[in-house]
């Protein structure tokens, strides 16, 4: 029998979540968590190649982890006329998670600027990268689509960490890197980085089950939680912890053994903490915020769901509907907020202070209802109501949408009915 877990977020009364998610058979996590992690090959500047699982600085380790950077043009552009650029555009008031860039340009005729964005995906998307200078990175996408890109992120000029199958862990530096390969391994590897963290999240919003990157930076049973306690700092292994639950702007950390201990004073146990992201099975991952959390089990079984081998498929051009408030409908090949055109970029928006970053593959339909939210509809059936990013709200550039091989349009957001994906 499948149970069955809906949730529903009453916060904000237009901002309304319903998930009806499926639980399914449990697993051994050790036997499973390799098909998740991220594994590959390193070849040097010199010709040397290692391969083995693969840890992007000391952060990224798995295949649904994300990349960021910044794509250095903006193909698309070329199809806007000049009032484009001046009506869809006001800044975020998150700056940290602002999308755009402003970036000036010159032409021969006059000084002009645009707005390109922020490139994500996740890691189990990309086919490779090229390392083409200190700040630069031509990346390749599953379906041996190239982008340049550069900066935006720690995720650009970082050590790479491998674990060769041969020679163990080698770190090395952005500059000794010459390409990047991400594949499957053909057997089991005999050693990795450690296990996910992997558990259930209870929060004022609901319950939800996956791997977590608690604080946005552990994310390994390996990494410690950090805390001062009435008898000096402690660093506990996830490994050792059943239980964590926050006590006013501390927290009760219950070990395997039985154990608790109150741990107060770092950003790991109080209202500093960054967030817990959890990814989230057919739907991408939430970043919810401290004042949501109320505690985290630590789980011995893992969800078949949460696990990757069906979740990265080749990447494909966006293709729908697109409906106007006049009545107008057009189908083609879509760009989405004049940037996204490959269904394995990431749509974002939030939900009173929780963020959510899915996969456009993911997504059946977009309906704008005010400037500032959308209704998101998955392909799953859910529904999530998300805003104040420029993806879901008056931010977005607008849909552009090829209709033939030598006819376009372009619908802004405030003319846009909705929007249906077709797969």
């Known amino acids: 029998m499948k149970k069955y877990l809906q949730i529903q977020y009453l916060t904000k009364p237009l901002l309304i979540v319903l998930f009806s998610l499926g639980l399914t058979a449990l697993i ?3 036997f499973a968590q390799s098909n998740c992690m991220l594994y590959g090959s390193v070849t040097t500047i ?3 190649t290692y391969e083995g699982p693969i840890r992007w600085g000391d952060e990224e380790v798995f295949l649904s982890d994300i990349f960021n950077s910044v794509k250095t043009s903006n193909p698309y552009l070329k199809y806007l006329n000049k009032s484009n650029f001046k009506t869809n555009y006001k800044s975020s008031s998150r700056s940290k998670s602002n999308d755009w860039v402003n970036i000036s340009i010159k032409n021969n005729r006059r000084n002009s600027s645009f707005f390109t964005r922020k490139f994500q995906c996740r890691f ?5 990268i090229t390392v083409t200078g200190r700040e630069s990175i031509n990346l390749e996408i599953n379906s041996e689509k190239f982008i340049n890109l550069r900066g935006g992120s720690n995720d650009i000029n970082t050590r790479v960490s491998i674990l060769d199958i041969e020679l163990g862990l080698l770190k090395i530096n952005w500059n000794k890197i010459d390409l990047i390969k991400f594949f499957r391994p053909s057997v089991k590897p005999a050693d990795s980085f450690g ?6 999240l209870i929060t004022t919003q609901g319950e939800f089950t996956g791997f977590v990157q608690w604080d946005h930076d552990e994310r390994l049973l390996n990494d410690k939680l950090d805390g001062k306690s009435s008898d000096g700092d402690l660093k506990i292994p996830f490994k050792k912890i059943k239980s964590i639950s926050k006590h006013d702007n501390s927290c009760l950390v219950k070990l395997h053994s039985g154990r608790e201990i109150e741990l107060y004073g770092t950003n790991d146990v109080n209202s500093s903490n960054k967030g817990i992201i959890m990814n989230l099975p057919n739907i991408g991952r939430a970043d919810f915020h401290w004042k949501h959390f109320i505690s985290f089990e630590i789980l011995d079984t893992i969800d078949q769901a949460s696990l990757c081998d069906t979740s990265f498929p080749k990447s494909e051009r966006l293709y729908g509907k697109v409906y106007t408030k006049a009545g107008t409908e ?11 055109a490959m269904d394995s970029e990431l749509l974002n928006g939030y939900n009173d202070d929780i963020k959510f970053s899915i996969p456009l593959r993911n997504i059946e339909s ?3 209802m005010a400037n500032d939210y959308a209704s998101v509809v998955l392909n799953s059936g859910e529904k999530l109501f998300l805003g104040d990013q420029a993806d879901v709200s008056y931010k977005n550039a607008g849909i552009l949408i090829f209709t033939s091989s030598d006819e376009y349009h372009i619908v802004k957001w405030e003319e846009l009915k909705k929007l249906v994906f077709i797969k």
């Open 28 to 30: 051994n996590p050790i």
């Open 46 to 48: 010199d010709g040397k």
């Open 124 to 128: 189990g998307d990309i086919k490779s």
């Open 195 to 200: 296990n996910g963290i992997y558990g259930k």
């Open 330 to 340: 057009y189908e083609g090949v879509i760009v989405y907020d004049l940037d996204e």
């Open 366 to 368: 977009i309906k704008p």
